[in-house]
Nanobody, 119 residues
Framework: QAQLVESGGGLVQPGGSLRLSCAAS????????MGWYRQTPGKQRELVAI???????EYADFVKGRFTISEDNAKNTVYLQMNSLEPEDTAVYYC?????????????WGQGTQVTVSS
């Protein structure tokens, strides 16, 4: 089994920056992708950014040029650097990964970390 643990959320003023981290732990054979989603009350969870094994990335249009996803393969960790934050970025951010572990592969989610952008 594997698990994802996020950190780095918090309160920031508009125009500020935050960096989220997500570490995968447990018995991991391989990771196909790691990424970030976000969700606000009453709305569906939406993709923010994803990094696929091999290094290719995909971003939602609303974060292009402001957010950057990166990874540390040695630590099974993915990061989301968020710059020029706007109040509309306020949400719970969830880490997501497809991990091959004992018993097979599966889609894993973190517990979520709150990001609040407010003055």
């Amino acid at each position: 089994q594997a698990q994802l643990v996020e950190s780095g959320g918090g309160l920031v003023q508009p125009g500020g920056s935050l960096r989220l981290s997500c570490a995968a732990s447990g018995i991991i054979s391989s990771i196909n992708y790691m990424g970030w989603y976000r969700q606000t009350p009453g709305k569906q969870r939406e993709l923010v950014a994803i990094m696929i094994n091999g290094g290719s990335t995909e971003y939602a249009d609303f974060v292009k040029g402001r957010f950057t996803i990166s990874e540390d393969n040695a630590k099974n960790t993915v990061y989301l650097q968020m710059n020029s934050l706007e109040p509309e970025d306020t949400a719970v951010y969830y880490c997501n990964a497809w991990i091959l572990s004992v018993g097979g592969g599966g889609d894993y989610w973190g517990q979520g970390t709150q990001v609040t952008v407010s003055s």
